[in-house]
């Protein structure tokens, strides 16, 4: 079973990709160029990354007291992956890019997912970089954006601290002017940060040249002391190792310290690191406190590493169905090879036949079509959302202003339906495997261990589900939810007409019925504590209902291509999704349309 086909059919025949050559930045570009960079990264991650994935699980990071220790083939896969440009796949010519489509881009990536989640951070390095490209000087796009395309430098993310991880308003790494000439720095305003930085990603190693922190940290106000809330939050630049203006290592080290290494559930092939600020461990010109330099206008950092946020949680949800799917090809594979049991049937009575091989049982059919309509339609969603981006970049002003607000909408269920329900295959992978599967024989437990971050990191679920139904479904009126509803309803339309799909076209129309009615009846009182005590479920109902129109809308181009196995599985998974997944969002609806109060209203000590 291979990943390509679906790729292939999601991109060409559902998406239509190659008609973003006709648009003038992807003039150079056909079905030949993005056939040839998807061969080129599925090659990669088959040699580079698929063979040490169990590797890197376990042997994972180690600090010797100096450095952090990466097995060599951690390396060799990120050395591959820079020397493919896949790091500036989508930038423009002029930066050394291949002006790739978005959609393009985050296809081919998700090989790497498939073949070994965490031996790579590229993603963290990408959006870094990005991050610069929009909001830095010339000199800092320069030094430190341009190096991160070409490899030399790695990026990070600073956001988290040990006692601010969901609510950034309460970070207290402060940032203050470094010295009288702090405006004057070449590399931007120079200041001295001090604070602890928790569950930093790839914040420690010997990959690359340099580091390049991006830092959130608050400056003070006129009165010196910290601004409360997230008014105060300004974006700093700290490089790992001080750099000149023409982005040449000066052979000072700036004062960032490694203070341990977090021991992971999985994911280990990525070093997570608690770093110290300005502790004066190594301090710069004789003093304590790292340098860094101020990125955009002081107090925007937020919106500032925001920017980035969509593209990061289409990365993380891509992650999520990669795994996903890793764990249902394998269980697939041992569905099909594994002898046991008999037929329910009167043929199963008879001790003396053979074993049935486990896929010829109902149950683990449905187990395996489970998890190939969770995989699948999360790839299409998260395919779907990428081409969004790319029209949002190029599109007429009116569509990408579609895009736009559709992707405010889109990307929390683009970020954790995937976390939740690729997780869920991932347990159903264990399942089919029964004993086997619970061992470290098989590689199913770790696809679980390393999918359990992603309903953590990029903002936790219960942040995502209350963003959805507090802020997303509301802004500009509406409108973004009313652009969604006209999407759905024209792909009913067309369903409409096709006689074996006119009835999952009505049983969408419903759910989309239902999920407009409870979010009304959710903020029926206007009290933010009614609407949103229950917007977990309220965003399981919206997903599985965006879910179903994602099916419905593929179904309706797989119906279209000529008899096969491809054909009939991927209306098989179409059909389950509508008749054993969609029936419960009716469940997870009762509780936000009656504002249900049961767990808010309950008193600690009742637990
Ligand atoms: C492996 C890993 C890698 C990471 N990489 C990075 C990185 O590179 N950079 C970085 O900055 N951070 C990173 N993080 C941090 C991650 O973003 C945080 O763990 C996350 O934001 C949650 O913060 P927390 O752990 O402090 O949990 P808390 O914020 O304490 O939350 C604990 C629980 O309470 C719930 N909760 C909290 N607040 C609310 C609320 N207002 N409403 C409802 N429920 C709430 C949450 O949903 C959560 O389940 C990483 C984390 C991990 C585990």
Not at 126 to 137: E, P, R, S
Not at 314 to 335: E, F, H, K
Not at 584 to 606: F, H, M, N, Y
Request: proline share 5%; hydrophobic share 40%.
């Amino acid at each position: 079973m291979s990943l390509r086909p679906t790729v292939d059919f999601l991109l060409y025949d559902w998406l239509d990709v190659p008609s973003l050559s006709e648009r003038e930045r992807f003039a150079d570009h056909s079905r030949e160029t993005f056939d040839a960079v998807l061969d080129t990264c599925e090659r990669i991650a088959r040699e580079k990354y698929a063979p040490f994935n169990r590797l890197v699980d376990t042997q994972e990071p180690q600090f010797d007291g100096e450095k952090v220790i990466l097995p060599q083939a951690t390396h060799e896969a990120n050395r591959a992956y820079a020397e493919s440009g896949m790091l500036s796949a989508a930038q423009d010519y002029e930066e050394g890019g291949m002006q790739l489509p978005y959609t393009i881009e985050a296809a081919a990536n998700g090989f790497f997912g498939l073949a070994s989640v965490s031996i790579g951070s590229s993603l963290l390095t990408k959006g870094n970089a990005n991050l610069l490209l929009v909001h830095g000087t010339e000199v800092q796009k320069a030094v430190f954006a341009r190096n991160e395309f070409n490899g030399r430098f790695s990026g990070t993310m600073c956001l988290s601290e040990p006692q601010a991880g969901s609510s950034l308003s309460d970070i207290t790494t402060r940032a203050v002017p470094d010295g009288a000439d702090f405006e004057a720095d070449p590399l931007g305003a120079r200041y001295r940060l001090k604070g602890n930085k928790m569950w930093i990603s790839a914040g420690e190693h010997e990959l690359t040249e340099n580091i390049v922190h991006l830092v959130l940290a608050k400056t003070p106000g006129p009165d010196g002391k910290l601004i409360p809330g997230t008014r105060g939050i300004s974006l700093f630049i700290v490089p790992k190792k001080m750099v000149d203006a023409q982005g040449q290592l000066t052979g000072v080290r700036n004062d960032v310290a490694l203070a341990g290494l977090n021991h992971k559930l999985g994911w280990r092939g990525t070093t997570n690191t608690l770093l110290n600020f300005g502790e004066g461990k190594f301090p710069v010109n004789g003093e304590a406190g790292a340098v860094g330099y101020l990125v955009g206008r002081p107090h925007e950092g937020l919106r500032c590493m925001f920017h980035m946020m969509n593209e990061a949680r289409i990365g993380v949800g891509t992650a999520a169905v990669m795994l996903g799917l890793a764990g249902y090809y394998a269980s697939l594979d041992y569905a099909k090879n594994r002898p046991q049991g008999r037929p329910v049937g009167p043929a199963g009575k008879d001790p003396t036949q053979p074993p049935v091989r486990i896929i010829e049982h109902a149950d683990v059919k449905r187990m395996l079509l489970a998890q190939k309509s969770y995989g699948e339609g999360a790839l299409a969603l998260e395919l779907y959302c990428a081409r969004l981006v790319d029209e949002q970049h190029t599109g007429t002003p009116e569509a990408a202003d579609d895009a736009r607000l559709l992707l405010e909408v889109l990307t929390p269920i683009a970020k954790s339906w995937p976390s939740e329900w690729c997780l869920e295959a991932n347990s159903l992978a264990i399942q089919i495997h029964g004993g086997y599967g619970y061992t470290r024989d098989f590689p199913v437990e770790q696809y679980w261990r390393d999918n359990r971050l992603n309903m953590i990191h990029e903002g936790t679920h219960g942040i995502q589900a209350t963003d959805l139904l507090g802020r997303k479904v509301l802004m500009e009126n509406g409108k973004g939810l009313q652009l969604l509803a006209g999407r759905i309803n024209g792909t009913i339309e067309r369903a409409m007409q096709v006689p074996e799909l006119a009835a999952h076209a009505n049983a969408l129309g419903q759910a989309l019925a239902q999920v407009g009615g409870a979010t009304k009846a959710a903020w029926a009182t206007g009290e933010p504590t009614d609407a949103l005590a229950n917007a977990v479920p309220y965003m399981q109902a919206f997903g599985h209902t965006v879910l179903a129109w994602i099916w419905l809308d593929v179904a309706l181009s797989a119906h279209m291509a000529t008899e096969g196995a491809a054909r009939t599985g991927r209306l098989a998974a179409m059909r389950f999704f509508f008749h054993y997944e969609l029936p419960k969002i009716g469940a997870w609806l009762q509780v936000v349309s009656s504002r249900d109060q049961t767990c808010a209203s309950l008193p600690e000590e009742a637990f």
